[in-house]
């Protein structure tokens, strides 16, 4: 069968082929119809040797929806919870192998993240407990759920409490989470919505969103944005970014008490100190992924109408114009692959 395959660190992946996998007792096999680029395949394929606890070669993809080949449940179409983790320790025991206690012993981090993903024909998945039913939502709509759309979820509903009525939430970078996040936040909760993004193109899309302002990242954001939080600031920052200038935007734009939710993996840079610049009562959370009830719960959001993806399809064959148009900053939400 057909697959993209990251071959060594710092390669750009490849479509090759390699053997159908063959489903041993308790795994199981799913026909793929979407899978999903996310930005930290990028930065998966940048990663320097030894900076993750895995190595190539595999298949990429860990955003992944189709339908069941195997077993008693053959013909299911699903979506693949992603972070496979041990299977066995309490936080695996409900769904949270997120946030697997053996973590740093298994040798990967999920589905196309060491273990080989869903950018092919078919997926083996070590178990069926990795499986959410998606009943008649697309492939090409609930592929990006998986992780755009938990991730995103799992922010949201770590800063919900802060969220009620007077309430505003800055979203850095709206493309392929951020969107989603958007609206997340229009959806449950009754927060003030303003965007950030360096493209006009993403600031559209934040409205077509429901975000209620966008403004681009300039030196004078953080006083737009502040002014636009009623002169308080923001109580809650969800960065999808994570490089040196949001993390200090965000560090500026947040009234005492607020939240910042770092979630893009930019390598941004904040120093925890008292006193400091920190804002009194600040406080920080870094989610990954989230728990397999969420991703029932995003499902069932979508299914509800609360939820759109805004995609980009491309066939398995043009996987690398697909990597070389997100390496560009050129995808509008998420590009999805299809075989
Ligand atoms: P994306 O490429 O689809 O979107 C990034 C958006 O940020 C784009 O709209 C881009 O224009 C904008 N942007 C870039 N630089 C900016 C800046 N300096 N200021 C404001 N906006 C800027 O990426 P994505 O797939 O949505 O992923 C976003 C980040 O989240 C990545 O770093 C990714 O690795 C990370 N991520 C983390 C988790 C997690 O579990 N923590 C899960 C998925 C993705
Ligand atoms: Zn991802
Ligand atoms: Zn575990």
Avoid at 124 to 144: K, M, T
Avoid at 152 to 164: F, M, T
Avoid at 237 to 257: E, H, I, K, M, S
Avoid at 307 to 318: A, G, M, N
Wanted: hydrophobic share 45%; with cysteine.
């Amino acid at each position: 069968m057909r697959a993209v395959r990251l071959l060594d660190w710092g390669r750009e992946p490849v479509l090759g082929e390699v053997g159908r996998p063959v489903p041993r007792e308790g795994e199981v096999l799913v026909e793929v119809e979407a899978a999903g680029l996310c930005h930290s395949d990028l930065h998966v394929i940048d990663a320097a040797p030894g900076a993750l606890p895995y190595r190539p070669p595999f298949t990429l993809g860990h955003e992944v929806a189709g339908r069941v080949a195997t077993g008693s449940d053959a013909g299911e179409r699903v979506v693949v919870h992603g972070p496979w983790g041990c299977g066995d320790c309490p936080r695996c025991a409900v769904g949270r192998d997120n946030l697997c206690d053996r973590r740093g012993e298994l040798g990967w981090h999920g589905v196309g993240l060491g273990r080989d993903g869903g950018m092919a024909e078919y997926l083996l998945v070590p178990s069926a407990r990795h499986l959410v039913p998606i009943g008649d939502l697309s492939a090409e709509q609930a592929a990006p759920l998986s992780d755009a759309g938990l991730t995103s979820y799992a922010a949201v509903a770590g800063v919900r409490h802060a969220l009620g009525e007077d309430t505003t939430a800055v979203v850095i970078g709206v493309g392929g989470l951020g969107h989603l996040a958007v609206q997340i936040l229009r959806a449950t909760t009754a927060s003030r919505v303003l965007a950030v993004d360096i493209r006009e193109e993403a600031l559209a899309l934040a409205q077509r969103s429901g975000a209620h302002e966008g403004t681009l990242l300039r030196a004078d954001t953080a006083r737009v944005l502040r002014a636009a939080a009623g002169g308080v600031g923001a109580d809650a920052v969800l960065d999808f970014v994570g490089n040196d200038a949001t993390v200090g935007l965000a560090v500026d734009v947040l009234r005492p008490g607020g939240e910042l939710v770092l979630v893009g993996s930019g390598g941004g840079r904040l120093t925890v100190r008292k006193p400091g610049v920190l804002p009194p009562g600040f406080r920080l959370s870094l989610p990954f992924w989230g728990s397999r009830p969420e991703l029932g719960e995003v499902v069932a959001l979508a299914r509800s109408g609360a939820l759109h993806v805004e995609t980009e399809r491309f066939p398995l064959s043009e996987a690398a114009e697909a990597f070389g148009r997100l390496r560009r900053g050129e995808v509008r939400g998420r590009a999805v692959l299809v075989p």
